[in-house]
């Protein structure tokens, strides 16, 4: 039986992916929608080659470049954020979410509300309105499948257990760029240097957000949503091999850890094929040549945003949503080269001081309109700080 998908985000790193392991099948799929942003020839020749019914670019103005793409291919073009949203509201049976950022929230939610299975790579939409995401699933029959590698690591030693016998969760980290660089280097880390990544090949935000932990932090809170455990449940460790992707700690002290190549394809697979396991095209790794596999705890003061993290998980509430705008917006200023790398942390960690003194923000209720109105005041207030914040 041919299976309805889309892919949201197509054009980046997860979402070509997702194509790849698509495309090696093609007689098993029937390509809904397909979204990305500016790069327009690679959507346009997707959507041909996949036989899309439908296009998508983010930005209006890369509407007319798309349709003269596909021009006479009878595959409809589309742009902006609503178009995005009615494409995923398109009837599908699994539809893989790998928009950056907050941005990928609104449209998870159309596919949650068609029942459908929603691939979740945008880590974003877990940390932002995870009770959201989680009840919005459970109240239309829709299924939320983790993508991110941890989480479907988490995901696949939990299977056959009872959440009672969990008593912990490791989440790994490889370090990112700056794993082993000297402290006082850190303030004068430039874009390009962080957008190395030692071990995986991914998107440049997710590389950055690796190298100063914004990444990790986000996952942490990603676990605490998915799978409903207390803040002091979950660790990070340092694991620079990239192997052990997450370890679940039972209450009769055994460790059941996830082993697997840093290849995507594998927790895309997993996600896409579940509740089966097929084969797919990553390497089998080899113990012996790897010899070892080492850990380290992290170092909070290389990367406070692991601290931040746990005070976003106490919180609770809109804590997340706020955290994440914050992050987007000094991530863009560090992109841009004006704000430094040690800098992002600061300007969060002030934004996340500003809305505990906001009243009512912090406990509203996380419905897609306060979450959206928590990520506006951090964004307007992580611009401003970012605006005063001294250089070099
Ligand atoms: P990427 O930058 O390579 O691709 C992002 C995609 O989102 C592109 O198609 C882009 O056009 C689209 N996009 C960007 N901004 C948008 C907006 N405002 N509205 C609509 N579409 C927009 O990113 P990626 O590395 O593929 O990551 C995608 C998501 O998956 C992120 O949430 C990331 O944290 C998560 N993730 C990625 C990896 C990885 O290996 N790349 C691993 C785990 C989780
Ligand atoms: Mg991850």
């Known amino acids: 039986m041919t299976r309805r998908v889309s892919i949201l985000g197509a054009t980046g790193s997860i979402g070509q992916n997702t194509i790849d392991l698509i495309a090696r099948d093609p007689d098993a799929y029937a390509v809904v929608a397909l979204t990305g942003g500016n790069n327009i020839a690679r959507l346009a020749a997707d ?17 007319e470049p798309l349709r003269a793409a596909l021009a006479g291919t009878g595959i409809e073009a589309a742009a902006g954020a609503e178009a995005i949203c009615e494409a995923a509201a398109r009837p599908a049976d699994w ?27 945008n880590k974003e939409s877990m940390v932002c309105a995870g009770p959201l995401v989680m009840a919005t699933a459970r109240k ?48 004068n880390a430039t874009p390009a240097q962080a957008a190395t ?58 460790l059941m850890a996830h082993v697997g190549p840093s290849d995507m394809r594998h927790a895309i697979g997993f996600a896409l094929h579940y509740p089966e396991r097929r084969d797919l095209p990553v ?10 596999l080492s850990f380290r705890a992290p170092d909070e003061t290389r990367w406070p945003a692991l601290r931040l993290a746990r005070e976003v998980m106490a919180a609770g509430g809109l804590a997340g949503a706020v955290f994440n705008a914050a ?11 004006r704000l430094g790398f040690l800098q992002m942390a600061e300007v969060v960690e002030e934004v996340l001081t500003m809305q505990s003194a906001q009243n009512g923000l912090i406990d509203a209720e996380v419905s897609l309109d306060n979450v959206l109105a928590a990520d506006h005041f951090a964004r307007k207030t992580a611009d401003k700080l970012i605006e005063r914040a001294p250089r070099g």
């Open 327 to 337: 992050k987007e917006r000094s991530l863009d200023a560090f992109i841009a080269g």
């Open 283 to 292: 390497e089998r790794l080899d113990l012996v040549r790897i010899g070892q």
């Open 95 to 121: 539809v893989m979410s790998a928009i950056v950022g907050a941005a990928g929230l609104a449209p998870g939610l159309k596919v949650l509300e068609q029942g459908a299975a929603l691939a979740l790579a």
């Open 47 to 63: 959507a041909i080659r996949l036989k899309a019914q439908v296009a998508v670019t983010a930005h209006d103005s890369c509407l």
């Open 140 to 187: 239309h029959g829709g299924t939320v499948l983790p993508v991110d590698s941890e989480h479907s690591a988490v995901f696949q030693a939990l299977i056959g257990e009872e959440m009672s016998a969990v008593e912990r969760v490791i989440i790994t980290a490889s370090g990112g760029a700056f794993r082993d660089w000297p402290l006082e280097q850190l303030r």
């Open 197 to 254: 990544h030692p071990n995986w090949v991914m998107g440049q935000r997710i590389t950055i957000d690796s190298a100063s932990m914004f990444n990790k932090a986000l996952e942490l809170i990603e676990t605490r949503e998915f799978f409903g455990l207390e803040p002091g449940q979950i660790e990070a460790v340092v694991h620079p091999e990239s192997l052990i992707h997450a370890l679940v700690g039972f209450r009769d002290g055994a």
